[in-house]
């Protein structure tokens, strides 16, 4: 890298609170406890709130990540925090997986009132996905979705910026989101992108059940 004039990507310092906790507010248990493994897709999603400064004042960001592949199943944009913020973004997430079986699926986020509302409950529960909420106290309770979200800033938002609007983050970001899924290579997917790894499990899944069928 240093003999082609190359240099990692460094992750900024800015910061601003997105999670707002309600103490008296139900919430679910604590189902991952750190453990961010996925035997399969649609097993464990992971989900969370960034934020990105522009000229006309703050933008939110919603992301659901598949944990098995870490492909970026939805994602929304909102210049508020409202509950709609993150709703959006599960309803593109559902709907991104045209009808799959998700009766299996761990939906896990941190404490934030957006993740705990009345609308957000029944949303997950209308899809049979089981809710899961980190634990208090734990810095950790939602690393890999907290991890990609620095990934986002590093390798698109302090790169590009500074940024005019929320119109012009929402476009960088959905041609982000089209490279991460289906071109960015990750080296915990064995350097290729989300996109090709669901791929590979799915054929060697059908493999697998078609050999079972011709021993049967």
């Not at 990507?9 to 961010?36: C, H, I, W």
């Not at 620095?150 to 005019?164: A, D, Q, S």
């Not at 089209?178 to 090709?196: A, G, Q, T």
Request: glycine share 6%; aromatic share 12%; no cysteine.
């Amino acid at each position: 890298m240093k003999e082609e004039g190359l240099y990692g990507a460094r992750r900024g310092r800015q910061f601003k609170v997105t999670t707002m906790s309600d103490e008296n507010q139900y919430r679910p248990s604590d189902l991952v406890d750190r453990q961010f493994v996925a035997p399969a897709p649609n097993r464990l999603w992971v989900a969370d709130l960034t934020y990105v400064k522009t000229r006309s004042g703050w933008v939110y960001v919603a992301f659901i990540i598949d944990v098995f592949s870490r492909f970026i199943v939805g994602w929304q944009i909102s210049t508020s925090l409202r509950s709609d913020l993150a709703i959006d973004a599960l309803k593109m997430a559902i709907y991104s997986r045209n009808g799959d079986d998700l009766s299996h699926l761990v939906h896990h986020s941190d404490r934030g009132v957006q993740y705990l509302s009345i609308r957000y409950s029944e949303r997950l529960a209308g899809a049979e996905i089981l809710a899961s909420v980190g634990s208090k106290g734990d810095s950790y309770d939602n690393a890999l979705a907290e991890s990609f979200n620095g990934l986002y800033k590093t390798e698109l938002i302090h790169r590009r910026g500074p940024w005019r609007n929320v119109e012009q983050v929402e476009w960088a970001t959905l041609n982000y989101v089209d490279w991460f899924n289906n071109r960015r290579i990750h080296e915990s997917l064995d350097y290729v992108p989300p996109l090709e790894f669901e791929a590979h499990y799915y054929e060697t899944s059908e493999s697998e059940s078609l050999a079972v069928l011709e021993m049967i």
